[in-house]
């Protein structure tokens, strides 16, 4: 099965389906983890690395897998990135397979040429200048006996698609040029298609190695000669933006900047993981029918919940007649994709305002409240004191990254980096000891007062604050800056976040 580029909702139905029905998912890493987070988080997965020099070939030695695990009697699917027919090493992979009498069902994927042309908003093919498509890989095989006849593709007056050429582009823009290629052939270059941190250039085959190297395209990047990208409209165009939530959950904000014209760099700077042990929450769980509202303080805390829920093979019914109130809209969302109805959602998305929101809703009522490891006991401390229980029970940690790569922190440091944003308290703090003084060169969008307040106490004043703390009123912040920059007054026409279609996954 293809999985295409990367994001969730480019994958075909079919694809959906069978993800669905899978026992087993042996995955390729340049597949998201939060795509199968979204799919089947119950599959058991495997994931493969690619040694070139492991003998079997990797190929072989994935369909050797694949076998094993279907004469187990178990449902796989072998998902590749973009599409399992280009440059998948897929007849590798099936030898084993036929030779165990397996049949194989084939799910085509979008492959990475067409996903990048349409995130670049170009057209591979035209009447006039370009009648075909040619594909070919960056990086080939060292023992292949013939290799790319470069003069030969310098000649076909078409588009030409470079996957896999990234490390060696050197090597293949230079043989390019040698057999008569025009050093000023437009180039237009996707890097992380579809991913959150995707980014879009422009360059000319000579100038693509210096563009490279200036610019970070990192891989996966799929390089289109002969078709130049326009500039993308949108008030954030030419803007790059850094996205610092944790993996798997930078889609809205990333979707809001997108759909600006902007650009996104994902650097998370905090991850969410299981806490240390789940019996409070298993025992709040077994209870659940004794209170009369759960509130959620978080997307992350309506996953825990309804994890440990299913694992003690419970559903809806055990949460009897309680009511369900979620902190603001994005966690109201979480609730309703389960299929939950969320009772209450304060019009301030704080928590301060689910606390007035709640207070008078019930009299000497019994609340549970679900949250994380660390954060802010207002809405505890304000319903006990007006006389109601509470029970607190933690549904995830968030824990601080360590430390940046090498390569990250020259990205950071080579990259044009307009703004940040900050999108929680733990957040703010993270973001100041892993970025230092870097972050006093950039400026600095902040989702709340209490994450402002976070900000300040380290020495850093924010340049935006969110007026609503959500992903669109981030968006919509620093959208008012820019205009204010530029000297443009918000007017009926100009674009705003209310004009912007909804994010697409997140």
């Not at 006039?128 to 006996?145: C, F, H, N, W, Y």
């Not at 992380?192 to 000579?206: F, K």
């Not at 609730?335 to 008078?360: F, H, I, K, M, N």
């Not at 609503?468 to 800056?481: F, K, N, Q, V, Y």
Request: hydrophobic share 45%.
């Amino acid at each position: 099965m293809g999985a295409g580029p990367g994001a969730a909702d480019l994958l075909t139905l079919r694809a959906v389906e069978r993800l669905r029905a899978a026992d087993v998912i042996v995955h390729d890493a340049l597949v998201p983890t939060r795509l199968l987070d979204e799919i089947n988080p119950s599959a058991a997965r495997i994931a493969v690395a690619r040694d070139l020099e492991s003998r079997p070939s990797p190929g072989v030695a994935t369909g050797q897998l694949l076998a094993a695990l279907v004469l187990e009697g178990r449902a796989v699917v072998r998902l590749k990135g973009g599409d399992s027919a280009v440059f998948a090493r897929l007849g590798e992979e099936l030898e084993p397979l036929r030779q165990a009498g397996i049949v194989a069902e084939f799910v085509p994927g979008i492959t990475a040429a067409l996903a990048a042309a349409a995130a670049a908003g170009v057209s591979l093919t035209n009447r006039d200048t370009a009648s075909s498509l040619t594909i070919v890989t960056g990086r080939e095989a060292d023992e292949k006996p013939d290799g790319l006849d470069f003069r030969r593709l310098a000649d076909v007056p078409g588009t030409l698609a470079v996957y896999m050429g990234v490390d060696q582009v050197a090597r293949w823009s230079q043989d390019l040029m040698a057999v008569g290629k025009p050093a000023d052939t437009p180039v237009t270059v996707v890097s992380r298609c579809s991913w959150p941190d995707q980014r879009i250039g422009t360059s000319t085959l000579a100038e693509c190695v210096a563009d490279f190297e200036r610019q970070g395209w990192r891989s996966p990047a799929v390089v289109l000669l002969g078709v130049a990208a326009a500039t993308r409209p949108g008030p954030l165009s030419g803007r790059l933006v850094l996205v610092t939530r944790p993996m798997g959950q930078e889609g809205d904000v990333v979707a809001a900047v997108q759909a600006a014209g902007g650009e996104c760099l994902h650097v998370p700077v905090i991850s969410i993981v299981n806490p240390a042990t789940w019996r409070p929450l298993d025992e709040a769980i077994a209870r659940a029918d004794t209170y009369d509202w759960i509130v959620f303080a978080s997307g992350n805390g309506v996953r825990g919940f309804l994890q440990r829920l299913a694992a003690a093979g419970r559903d809806g019914r055990a949460l009897g007649t309680a009511r369900l109130a979620a902190i603001g809209p994005a966690t109201r969302r979480h609730l309703e994709a389960a299929g939950y109805r969320c009772d209450l959602t304060p019009d301030s998305y704080r928590s301060e305002g689910l606390a007035v929101a709640l207070a008078g809703r019930a009299e000497h009522g019994r609340f549970l409240v679900v949250r994380a490891d660390k954060g802010r006991d207002v809405v505890r401390m304000e319903l006990e004191r007006l006389g109601h229980h509470v029970d607190e029970v933690m549904a995830y940690e968030s824990r601080p990254v360590a430390g940046l790569e090498a390569e990250t922190l020259a990205a950071l440091d080579a990259l044009p980096i307009d703004w940040i944003t900050l999108t929680s308290s733990s957040i703010a703090d993270a973001a100041v000891r892993l970025f230092g003084d870097r972050m006093r060169a950039w400026k600095i969008a902040t989702i709340s007062p209490v994450t402002s307040a976070t900000l300040a106490r380290q020495g850093l004043r924010p340049t935006v604050e969110a007026a609503e703390a959500t992903p669109a009123g981030l968006l919509d912040s620093i959208l008012r800056w820019e205009r204010e920059a530029a000297g443009l007054r918000p007017s009926a026409d100009s674009p705003d976040t209310a004009d912007l279609p909804p994010p697409s996954h997140g």
